[in-house]
């Protein structure tokens, strides 16, 4: 059943189906691959950005804790003949708190661990003890440090910065540091938070702990981050990108670098689906501008496969009724403008023509006297058709060889058949464009005269008898014939009696003495 459907299927839309089916897998390719590309683009270019923005951020933090230990290392060098002089640690305590702003608060401790001098005063820390909880690297240390988080005995959680003091003679006196409070604002929040977009991208800085020391999330610091390979790639000092899901499950174009003086790692990150969400619209856009022009190819195509499939389907319609009259006209007429079109054109052409000249033949052997060439009786009886059918009045001569039988018992049958060849040559030369000759028997013949009245029909048998008469048959001699005619007004007159009165007229001849002509009915016409 599907094959038998698929048979009828016509060459246009077949041509079609397909142009059609390729221009629409062409085109979505071309989108998808569009698509991709341009996602590929944005990710790779989201990641680079923001590994160059991290780098930056890192490069800044860097410079920062530089100036910041720059600072500490003065105020150290100062204090180092001052431990002793209260008003001045304080008055330096103060000045660095408040003149940088860089920390929340700022304290001297004693090689003891106690706590001689802080800003602000409000602190009230001046004799706390220090210990390695609250303050674990400091003492140990005796060299400028950069804390991991810690709670303060006061309860902050902070990082601190702290550089050594020692004598001239080069003894251990304490140091002088500064803390940052992570979960207020700070330093940190004023060099990295500025840069906070709204479009849900954000920055944090990890510890070499991979503990979160800046979030704009505040409630986040001091959180431990676990199975996160950014934060696992900066701790360890590299500076790339990667795509990943953040805590919250939500996927995050990242891009880090570490801040290799504190073993911190910056973090620049952005939603995935933040990244591409223009894409979609992109996309769209992309297509409807090119609906235009698809619809320009797809009308083009229409109008190549009805140009390309005419001719054949011209050629096929008319071969299915190459039966009919004007099928080969028709086949004729078809613009065959390429090659096999043209070929096949030809070929049909060609077989009908063999067909036409074989059925014509067929027709003309059908309705002719073999050995005279004139029309036998079938052919006699399609042109009274014709002259029935057009109402074409003629008038009709019967005529007959007289006393053939003793050609025959004479000279043979041979000579006989020569003597009916030559007669019907005698009447070709004696008839009309338009006279209709039959043989209808034996030796007996029938003229039709269209178009011609009695007497003119009488005229003409009369001159054919004549020149038989006169005529000199091979063999046989002289013979003569006798002659009845007949005329047809064309009225509904059944024509079957006008052959009859005709060869009752020639009867009539014969009975009068042969080689003679009789009419039936009277000539005027
Ligand atoms: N050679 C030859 N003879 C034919 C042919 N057809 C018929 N005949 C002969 O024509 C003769 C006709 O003879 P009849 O009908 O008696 O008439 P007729 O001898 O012509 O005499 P009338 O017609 O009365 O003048 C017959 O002997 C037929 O055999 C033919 O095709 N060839």
């Known amino acids: 059943m599907l094959l038998r459907s698929l048979t009828k299927i016509n060459l246009r839309t077949l041509i079609l189906s397909l142009a059609v089916l390729s221009v629409l897998i062409t085109s979505g390719n071309s989108f998808y691959a569009t698509y991709e590309v ?28 530089k100036t910041t230990q720059s600072n500490l290392s003065y105020s150290a060098n100062f204090l180092s003949s001052q431990m002793d002089n209260n008003d001045i640690l304080m008055d330096e305590t103060r000045r660095l708190h408040q003149q940088s702003g860089t920390f929340n608060s700022v304290y001297v401790v004693n090689a003891t661990g106690t706590v001689i001098a802080a800003s602000p005063q409000t602190l009230d820390l001046k004799g706390v003890k220090v210990n390695s909880t609250n ?47 992570l979960e207020q604002d700070n330093i940190l929040g004023a060099i990295l938070g500025k840069h906070y977009y709204h479009d849900g991208s954000y920055l944090y800085v990890v510890d070499r702990n991979k503990t979160l020391i800046y979030h704009p999330n505040k409630e986040r610091i001091g959180q431990k981050i676990a199975n996160n390979i950014a934060i696992d790639d900066v701790v360890a000092g590299k ?130 006297d073999v ?55 005698l009447m070709k030369n004696n008839a009309r464009k338009e006279d209709a000759l039959c043989r209808s028997g034996g030796e007996e013949f029938i003229i039709f005269l269209p178009d011609t009245t009695l007497s003119t029909a009488l005229t003409v048998a009369e001159r054919l008898r004549l020149q038989v008469a006169e005529f000199n048959m091979p063999t046989a001699g002289f013979i003569t014939i006798s002659l009845g005619i007949a005329y047809w007004p064309g009225d509904p007159v059944i024509i079957n009696s006008i052959l009859k009165q005709a060869d009752q007229a020639l009867y009539q001849a014969k009975q009068q003495g042969r080689n003679r002509t009789v009419t039936a009915g009277n000539i005027t016409p």
């Open 38 to 65: 341009q996602r590929t683009l944005l990710i790779n270019n989201t990641l680079e950005a923001n590994r160059v923005y991290a780098t930056k951020l890192a490069e800044v933090t860097d410079a920062f804790l």
């Open 371 to 425: 050995m005279t060439g004139l029309l036998n009786r079938r052919g006699m009886q399609q042109m009274l058709d014709q002259y029935q059918e057009k109402q074409r009045s003629f008038a009709v001569v019967t005529l007959d060889i007289d006393h053939f039988k003793r050609v025959n018992d004479s000279y043979g049958h041979d000579v006989g058949d020569m003597v009916i060849k030559a007669l019907a040559a």
């Open 135 to 181: 303050a674990p690297q400091h003492l140990e240390a005796k060299q400028p440090l950069i804390t991991d988080p810690y709670v303060s005995p006061l309860g902050n959680y902070m990082i601190n910065l702290s550089h050594p003091i020692f004598s001239a003679n080069g003894d251990y006196q304490g140091y002088i540091g500064g803390s940052i409070y």
């Open 239 to 368: 500076e790339d990108a990667h795509a990943l899901f953040n805590s919250k499950g939500i996927e995050m174009l990242a891009g880090f670098a570490p801040v290799k003086r504190a073993g911190w790692g910056v973090v620049a990150q952005r939603p995935k689906q933040a990244t591409l969400a223009g894409l979609d619209g992109h996309i769209v856009s992309v297509f409807i501008k090119a609906l235009p022009l698809t619809f320009l190819t797809l009308l083009g195509i229409w109008l190549s496969a009805v140009f390309i499939s005419r001719p054949l389907w011209q050629l096929a319609y008319n071969a299915q009724l190459i039966d009919k009259k004007e099928a080969q006209g028709n086949i004729s007429s078809v613009r065959s403008w390429y090659f096999e079109a043209a070929q096949l054109k030809l070929a049909i052409l060609k077989g009908t023509g063999l067909l036409n000249d074989k059925i014509s033949q067929l027709h003309t052997d059908s309705h002719t």
